[in-house]
């Protein structure tokens, strides 16, 4: 990567760092990003959205298998795959020490959190009305907002992991439909 590359997207992570100090230590944003990063560990928030979705009947229990499945797999793509192409240092070794977050194994490139976030969200607006689709990206930003507000990615590993989710999720929205054809 050349210096300029690498100075400007520390310049962003710096900005962005800055703006998201200003809101730290507001009550009700701590409680919501902390909660929004423990959620997002092993995309729990997901699975339990993939749970309830399963009142709505036989089409609905199917989706939502799927979609656990279809988050393991994403999590080994990434964890187990991209991340290990990248050897990014986190911004902080265990967090901002004001909130109680788990310490990550992995590089902090992309974030697993924000690529998980915009992977599920993609596929559930595949899965639902499209007017679901500003709450399941709504969800997803807030996940991927919580990794720097509680200081354990920079921005630009959540705009990494946006893309990585974004392309995971058009790849498997079309797995989906190849499936559905097919069955």
Same mark, same amino acid.
């Given at each position: 990567?050349?210096?300029?590359?690498?100075?400007?997207?520390?310049?962003?992570?710096?900005?962005?760092?800055? $703006?998201?100090?200003?809101?730290?230590?507001?009550?009700?944003?701590?409680?919501?990003?902390?909660?929004?990063?423990?959620?997002?560990?092993?995309?729990?928030?997901?699975? *339990?959205?993939?749970?309830?979705?399963?009142?709505?009947?036989?089409?609905?229990?199917?989706?939502?298998?799927?979609?656990?499945?279809?988050?393991?797999?994403?999590?080994?793509?990434?964890?187990?795959?991209?991340?290990?192409?990248?050897?990014?240092?986190?911004?902080?070794?265990?967090?901002?020490?004001?909130?109680?977050?788990?310490?990550?194994?992995?590089?902090?490139?992309?974030?697993?959190?924000?690529?998980?976030?915009?992977?599920?969200?993609?596929? *559930?607006?595949?899965?639902?009305?499209?007017?679901?689709?500003?709450? $399941?990206?709504?969800?997803?930003?807030?996940?991927?907002?919580?990794?720097?507000?509680?200081?354990?990615?920079?921005?630009?590993?959540?705009?990494?992991?946006?893309?990585?989710? *974004?392309?995971?999720?058009?790849?498997?929205?079309?797995?989906?439909?190849? $499936?559905?054809?097919?069955?």
């Amino acid at each position: 990567m050349t210096a300029g590359v690498t100075e400007a997207i520390h310049s962003f992570d710096a900005r962005v760092d800055a $703006w998201l100090e200003q809101i730290r230590g507001n009550q009700v944003a701590d409680r919501v990003f902390n909660t929004a990063s423990t959620l997002g560990d092993f995309s729990v928030i997901w699975h *339990l959205i993939s749970v309830a979705r399963m009142s709505g009947g036989k089409r609905s229990t199917k989706q939502s298998i799927e979609l656990s499945l279809f988050l393991g797999a994403e999590s080994v793509i990434v964890n187990q795959g991209i991340k290990r192409l990248f050897k990014r240092t986190r911004p902080t070794t265990s967090g901002d020490e004001r909130y109680g977050v788990r310490t990550p194994s992995t590089s902090s490139f992309p974030s697993g959190h924000a690529s998980s976030a915009f992977f599920a969200a993609t596929l *559930l607006t595949s899965m639902t009305a499209k007017r679901f689709a500003p709450l $399941w990206f709504g969800l997803a930003i807030v996940v991927a907002l919580s990794r720097p507000y509680v200081r354990i990615h920079h921005a630009s590993d959540i705009v990494g992991g946006a893309v990585v989710g *974004l392309g995971l999720g058009a790849v498997a929205t079309r797995v989906r439909r190849l $499936w559905t054809r097919q069955s």
